[in-house]
């Protein structure tokens, strides 16, 4: 791992990536929490160069997230830097993140149709805050139109696998929804120690099938 711009690193892999992963963190913990650092160096070890960084608030401390328009700019700000310093952005380039990070993720990708993304991966999306179903987060979500996939827990308290499905059935590409079986919103699953390597293979997995499938978002060599 190693810095490639103000707060934003990359975990890159071994040999010449075919695509790059942007994943951003959730609201309460930064891009050095174990699970960032578990997913992104997994990932990266699997041939695909990810880059990691932090919001604004987080660097600064803070324990309140900035408002959307604040945080987009910030994720808007590390898209520059990715496509401009790892090689392999330049050629595919995949936006996501845990939970907050996946949903600014999702605002900048439904905010632009331009922008050169070849598909999101979005780790527990919020739907809505914890029991309160009716505040929902979802009404830009069919303008995102590239491929994503989702990986909800089906105990997820900020939306289950179920409330999903209706919301996906109106996205066109139609994302991919994987559930973990038990798993919360950051998939532990009692008695189970091994279900974010699998997570971790279902999105190595999913970014392949993209790759070979021609992608819309993805540029050419060079």
């Known amino acids: 791992m190693h810095e490639i711009g103000p707060g934003a690193h990359v975990y890159a892999a071994a ?30 070890a699997a041939g695909l160069d990810v880059v990691t960084f932090d919001f604004g608030y987080m660097e600064q401390k803070r324990r309140v997230p900035d408002k959307a328009p604040v ?6 700000e590390v898209i520059d830097i990715a496509r401009r310093e790892v090689a392999s952005a330049a050629r595919a380039l995949f936006i996501g993140g845990k939970s907050m990070g996946g949903r600014m993720a ?27 179903p009716e505040t929902r987060r979802d ?23 179920e409330e999903l499905r209706p919301v996906i059935d109106r996205m066109t590409p139609t994302p991919t929804l ?27 997995g999913w970014i392949a099938r993209q790759m070979s499938s021609g992608l819309p978002g993805a540029a050419g060599p060079g």
Not at 17 to 38: E, K
Not at 71 to 76: I, T
């Open 71 to 76: 945080l987009e700019a910030r994720y808007l």
């Open 178 to 204: 994987h559930v973990v079986d038990g798993g919360d919103h950051s998939f532990k699953v009692r008695g189970r120690s091994d279900i974010d390597a699998a997570v971790q293979q279902v999105i190595v």
């Open 139 to 161: 009404a830009h979500l069919p303008r995102l139109g590239r491929p994503a996939l989702f990986v909800q827990g089906s105990r997820d308290t900020f939306g289950t696998p």
């Open 15 to 44: 040999g010449t990536a075919a695509a790059a992963l942007i994943l951003a963190h959730g609201a309460g913990a930064g891009q050095f929490h174990p699970f960032m650092v578990s997913y992104a160096g997994a990932i990266a």
């Open 106 to 132: 999702t605002h900048v990708a439904a905010a632009d149709a331009a922008l050169p993304l070849a598909g999101l991966v979005l780790l527990g999306y919020p739907l809505h805050p914890p029991g309160r």
